[in-house]
């Protein structure tokens, strides 16, 4: 029975996570989707939803992660440009553009997650790891300082509710957002301009 158990919590949680990204993949708005529609859509009962996952911000963290996984994967062991092998002047513009491809590809995911819960934004695990990971990196690039303000600074670039606007309301197209990230990033990282045209 216990051997059952398990693989029945495993079948819910997989059928909870495919309905949950069905969902916010067909709405319009992230908070028109409730844990009541996830059930529905699952076939199982909101009491399932709530011991596997505590809440919708629970919830939404794990379709998250689930999403995100295959980016983890290549960022902490992957070939190069994005994992650990790569200078840190290549490393960094492939991060921001791999998490600006995240957010584009799972708009209505990434904005429920970052709109849920009380908490600070920047007090999210994910959120902190990826920071941590910034800035480390930003600290092996000659010239630069304050590695921690750029990578909160980097980091916004990419923010569900920025790339959200410009995507939807500013129809900003998709290889046009990502050239903008990668020209941004390339000035931030080469540092403040020398000579004279510095004082002006």
Same mark, same amino acid.
């Given at each position: 029975?216990?051997?059952?158990?398990?693989?029945?919590?495993?079948?819910?949680?997989?059928?909870?996570?495919?309905?949950?990204?069905?969902?916010?993949?067909?709405?319009?708005?992230?908070?028109?989707? /409730?844990?009541?529609?996830?059930?529905?859509?699952?076939?199982? *009962?909101?009491?399932?939803?709530?011991? =596997? +996952? *505590?809440?919708?911000? *629970?919830?939404?963290?794990?379709?998250?992660?689930?999403?995100?996984?295959?980016?983890? !994967?290549?960022?902490?062991?992957?070939?190069?440009?994005?994992?650990?092998? #790569?200078?840190?002047?290549?490393?960094?513009?492939?991060?921001?553009? =791999?998490?600006?491809?995240?957010? $584009?590809?799972?708009?209505?995911? &990434?904005?429920?997650?970052?709109?849920?819960?009380?908490?600070?934004?920047?007090?999210?695990?994910?959120?902190?790891?990826?920071?941590?990971?910034?800035?480390?990196?930003?600290?092996?690039?000659?010239? $630069?300082?304050? &590695?921690? +303000?750029? =990578?909160?600074?980097?980091?916004?670039?990419?923010?569900?509710? $920025?790339?959200?606007?410009? #995507?939807?309301?500013?129809?900003?197209?998709?290889?046009?957002?990502?050239?903008?990230? =990668?020209?941004?990033? /390339?000035?931030? $990282? &080469?540092?403040?301009?020398? *000579?004279? !045209?510095?004082?002006?």
């Amino acid at each position: 029975m216990p051997e059952r158990s398990r693989r029945d919590a495993v079948r819910n949680r997989e059928a909870v996570l495919t309905a949950a990204d069905e969902l916010f993949a067909r709405c319009d708005c992230p908070e028109d989707v /409730t844990m009541a529609d996830i059930a529905a859509a699952a076939g199982v *009962g909101k009491g399932t939803l709530f011991r =596997a +996952f *505590g809440d919708r911000a *629970g919830l939404l963290r794990a379709l998250y992660e689930a999403r995100l996984e295959p980016v983890r !994967t290549a960022v902490e062991a992957g070939p190069p440009p994005l994992g650990p092998t #790569t200078p840190p002047e290549q490393r960094v513009p492939a991060l921001l553009d =791999a998490l600006l491809c995240f957010k $584009l590809d799972n708009r209505r995911l &990434s904005l429920a997650l970052e709109e849920s819960g009380s908490d600070s934004p920047y007090q999210a695990e994910h959120y902190e790891r990826w920071h941590g990971l910034l800035q480390a990196l930003l600290e092996q690039i000659p010239g $630069l300082t304050d &590695s921690g +303000f750029a =990578a909160h600074a980097l980091l916004a670039a990419t923010r569900a509710d $920025l790339v959200e606007h410009l #995507t939807g309301q500013e129809r900003v197209p998709r290889e046009q957002a990502r050239a903008q990230l =990668a020209n941004w990033v /390339t000035r931030v $990282l &080469s540092g403040p301009p020398q *000579g004279p !045209t510095a004082q002006n």
